[in-house]
């Protein structure tokens, strides 16, 4: 019966290997430790650790509840870890983390707030990682079948190279064939290309709103020039206030627009011969009438073919739904390969083609049927409008035709003047809501951006560490660039595993100088890189040596160990 045994924190910290010899004891729970500081929880979780390395069992703490946030944290965590995934953060922190976050700050905040809600990072994590395995599936599938997966890792080597990213990956067309690493750099690659996405739409956004504004000084309007650089939150209020502006005047242009047919349309009305050179008002508006029964019928007809082209589809959609959850319940999923394989190769077959042809026949059918019908009743309201309109001029009991028609004509110029002042209104504000749509996006972009950098930042540091150069060499290396980081400099403060306490660095006699390196979001382009500015005296001439890396590698483990 495995042995549970409780202790406090000076306890753990003065913990041997050979206090957990009992072969039975597999089991720590630490004392209070749901009040501790997240700097205790870390320094009793890299004391476990290091007493772990001696040890096969692997020590328990604190037990985890499943149905506690925390336990659901906890199997997002592992299932993250099994998959070859890497956590953000040491889990043994818990909750406390959020509250003083200290050196996972940053890392934490860019996964609350881009990927997910309350305190599950690592179900976000492990959210993110699924859609890269799925991301890696579909990427093999594609170029593998085409036997072109050479042009996939020349895709990704060209992209690391632009980041000027060290290391050669090899990857595997099977998965289960890859290491860790590849997996890691196939992700670095990812994310990477979520970044160049994002910088797209950033120069997209940049030059809409450059159009935009053109646009705007041309009709002689200001286009928010004196509100750059504001709070994300503000461009966003203002856009929304601007956006029910642009709606009301939407509303406003419709109405005009349709006065404007009614004009039209009783114009060519009062140019009718039948109505005589005298025109009745009774006549007059007998006309009108006959239009909106006319209107009516035709609405009833079209009513009867839409009922007639849904009853038509309506086995076929039957059949269709059927055969969906015929595939779901036999767990065929069309997102692997052999559910892709099965659903393929049943629809694929003379009959189901046949049947699945008619059934989009039929709903397209229907689907006309439906507009056609909607039109009418518009068009149903529209000659009621006109009938109204008859209804309540003041024409007395008869008119003069030409004189209806001098009247009714004059109605059209008057009604297209007000239709060109509306449209001119809409677009002034339609550009103005527009612009202010594409500065809170430059807004909201640059923020994502940055956030997306200290990931980026993160997983180069993690791609380094599986590579094993952490504890030796940090290179961020491209086409004429060569970046080297002291191997102390290098820990990373979000490195998730605790390998730093094993190593304790010691005093050196000469203080180090600081790191230089960028953040990997610095692509290299050789053609723009500039000539550095020339300094009075001459300084010494500096002589590119091959170096051997690997020489350079074995030394500085070397000094390492002696340090």
Known sequence: MPLCKIYSVDEIMNLTVKDTQDPDFVNIQIKGWQK???????????????????????????????????????????????????????????????????QYKELLEYWKIDKSSAKQVFAAQLSDWKNFRLNQHNDRRYYVSRNRFHEYQEILLK??????????????????????????????????????????????????????RKALAELGYSAFEQIEGLEFGKYYGMAIEWSAKEAKAEEKEEMAER????????????????????VERDRWIGWFTKEVELQRTQLDRLQDLANEARRDVKPYNQWWDAKRTEWSEKGWDGFTDEGHRLIELETSSAEFRTRFDKMMELDQRAGKARHAHFTAGREVEFAEELLEAARTEDLGRTVERAALIRRTQKEVRFAEFHVEEEQESLK???????????????????GKMKRHNVLLDWVERQRQELAGNSASTGQISGPRRSIRVSSRAHLSPCTTEASSIDHPAKKRARPQKPSTAKSILSPIYPAKVTKTTKHKGKGRRRTNVPRDTSQAAEKMDVDSSLA
């Not at 149905?67 to 995934?85: C, F, I, R, T």
């Not at 002034?428 to 640059?446: A, F, G, M, T, Y």
């Open 159 to 212: 992209r690391r190279r632009r980041y000027g990213l060290d290391g050669d990956p090899q990857l595997h067309k099977e998965l289960a064939e890859q290491s860790k690493v590849a997996d890691w750099i196939e992700y670095q690659h990812y994310k990477l290309g979520e970044n160049e996405s994002m910088e797209k739409r950033l120069e997209k956004y940049q030059e809409r709103l450059a159009s935009e």
């Open 36 to 102: 501790f500081t997240p700097g205790d929880k870390e320094r009793c979780i890299l004391k476990l650790r290091q007493v772990e390395r001696s040890r096969s069992a692997t020590p328990i703490l604190p037990p985890w509840e499943p149905d506690d946030p925390e336990g659901q944290q906890k199997e997002s965590h592992d299932a993250l870890v099994k998959d070859n995934g890497r956590p953000c953060y040491p889990i043994e922190l818990g909750f406390d983390v959020f509250e003083n976050p200290g």
């Open 259 to 278: 006065k404007l047919r009614i004009a039209k349309k009783r114009s060519k009305a009062a140019q009718l011969e039948e109505l005589g050179e005298r």
């Open 428 to 446: 002034v504000l339609d550009l103005k809501r527009r612009v202010l749509d594409d500065l809170h996006s430059i807004q909201s972009v640059k």
